[in-house]
């Protein structure tokens, strides 16, 4: 079994302070420790550099052997009082003509071929493990022919290495230190800083299905969580609607087939009751035929609606002219228009890419619906416009009152209508426009209505071509 292990971003936030200042300290100490280990060398430089020329000055004064074989004293007088120096004269046939007591230099300090003239200071060891720091440089005398000699002279560093020594522990040290307390002190800004995460997780953790008008404060959380619950508080006004809809939905969805039901029952039961003729009977079959006819519709277009949102209606494509079917619709709505002395018109011109019998079902819908609501003496017209080379409009235009503006943005809606008392007991049950909208959008298109106080237009916007439709095995 495999564990996952959850990190924690207070964790991660206390670890990086933490590591972000102890690499901070750790550079800060690496460039004072270079600085002090340089300033200590610019000192003994300095020192070297006088007691070498100061030798070098001694050296060029000599025109005898006499005076060479006073050098010794010359030299001993002149380090008097420096503690840790060191000093070493060595003639080109590498005589030694002076050397302090217990003195030890490296051959490359003394090698008049490799190192003569250098002032590049070297550090070693001597057998009894005492640093040095020293530098040699070839000296001349006022003796005529006599070849140059080599001066070396070196310092004592131990001191300096101690205080190095010293430094380094104490630079550990405190780094270790720091990056605990920095460790400790990123931990409590860590909780302070991500405490309205704390504030959103409580109350997100109230929402809940019959509480999804409830919203997330937005005031009172950082800019850097502004976004986050902006998104999430979307989030809930989509679920709040789409709790509503679903809701709104299985309360009509009862209803609608509460009432076929309850006929069909009701009817069978009066039946029963007592006996009836072969024609009674034949009227009561007949009655319940249509029963469930409009049964069978609602459930057709229901499996209809269920197919469209879940992108298993595929339609079959082929080429139309819109006002052919519109003009092939108007004749079979023609009787009930005159019925109603309703004027019907079609214009335009556009040829779409879709499927014959669903763009039908989707012009006749709304014509249906515009005559339903278009008054006695009204107009109804269609007209087909070719907006661009990728979509064509086609717009349906009925007379009469205007659809109040808070029922618009649902006219879409399954089971939906604008007057509940009016229309419950019509042939439709509130799923034409929904199927509408289904078809135009299995198309690549959509459905669209605008309403004011002389006219009621509905627009259909379809695809000259398919636009990235990808089948879906039913």
């Known amino acids: 079994m495999r564990l996952t292990v959850r990190k924690s971003i207070t964790l991660r936030l206390t670890l990086l302070f933490a590591s972000a200042s102890s690499i901070v300290l750790l550079l800060l100490g690496f460039l004072i420790a270079v600085s002090v280990d340089q300033h200590f060398e610019a000192q003994d430089m300095e020192v070297l550099s006088g007691k070498l020329k100061l030798t070098q000055h001694a050296l060029e004064k000599i025109r005898s052997k006499a005076e060479l074989d006073q050098l010794p ?49 070297i550090v070693w060891r001597t057998s009894s493990n005492q640093p040095l720091r020293g530098i040699s440089a070839l000296s001349p005398t006022a003796i005529k022919g006599s070849p140059s000699a080599i001066v070396a002279v070196a310092t004592n560093i131990s001191h300096h290495e101690h205080f190095m020594s010293s430094f380094r522990v104490t630079l550990w040290s405190f780094v270790i230190l720091a990056a605990f307390v920095t460790g400790v002190l990123g931990w409590i800004a860590a909780r302070r800083g991500l405490s309205p995460l704390q504030a959103v997780k409580h109350k997100a953790a109230d929402i809940t299905a019959h509480r999804l008008d409830s919203r997330l404060p937005v005031d009172s959380v950082p800019v850097e969580l502004l976004g986050l619950v902006e998104t999430l508080n979307e989030m809930l006004t989509r679920l709040e609607n789409s709790f509503k809809q679903l809701s709104d939905f299985s309360s009509d969805i009862a209803h609608e087939l509460r009432t076929p039901v309850s006929n069909l029952l009701t009817q069978t039961q009066v039946t029963l009751s007592k006996d009836r003729s072969t024609d009674e009977y034949r009227d009561v079959l007949a009655s319940n035929i249509e029963e469930f006819e409009r049964l069978s519709r609602m459930i057709s277009d229901m499996l209809f609606l269920a197919k469209s949102e879940n992108n298993l209606i595929i339609p079959h494509r082929e080429q139309l002219n819109l006002l052919d079917e519109v003009n092939g619709l108007f004749q079979f709505y023609e009787i009930l228009a005159e019925d109603k002395s309703i004027f019907m018109a079609s214009s335009g011109s556009g ?32 007209h087909v416009d070719n907006t661009s080379d990728s979509f064509v409009k086609l717009s349906v235009v009925n007379t009469g009152a205007a659809i109040p503006a808070e029922h618009v943005p649902r006219l879409f809606d ?61």
């Open 351 to 382: 040829r779409v890419s879709g499927d014959r019998l669903m763009l039908r079902r989707a012009i006749s819908n709304l014509l249906s619906n515009a005559l339903r609501h278009t008054p006695a003496g009204g107009r109804i017209a269609v």
């Open 73 to 121: 004293q010359l030299l001993e007088d002149a380090l008097v009082g420096h503690q840790g120096l060191e000093l070493v004269v060595v003639a080109p046939d590498e005589t030694i003509l002076y050397a302090t007591n217990g003195a030890e230099f490296p051959k490359t300090l003394l090698d008049s071929h490799v190192n003569a003239d250098s002032t590049r200071p």
């Open 414 to 474: 399954r089971f939906y209508r604008v007057d509940c008392s009016r229309q419950r007991f019509s042939e439709g049950v509130g799923l034409g426009l929904a199927i509408t909208r289904s078809i135009m959008r299995a198309h690549g298109g959509d459905a669209f209505v605008r309403s004011d106080q002389t006219s009621t237009v509905f627009e259909l916007i379809v695809p000259c071509q398919p636009i990235g439709m990808v089948p879906i095995d039913n």
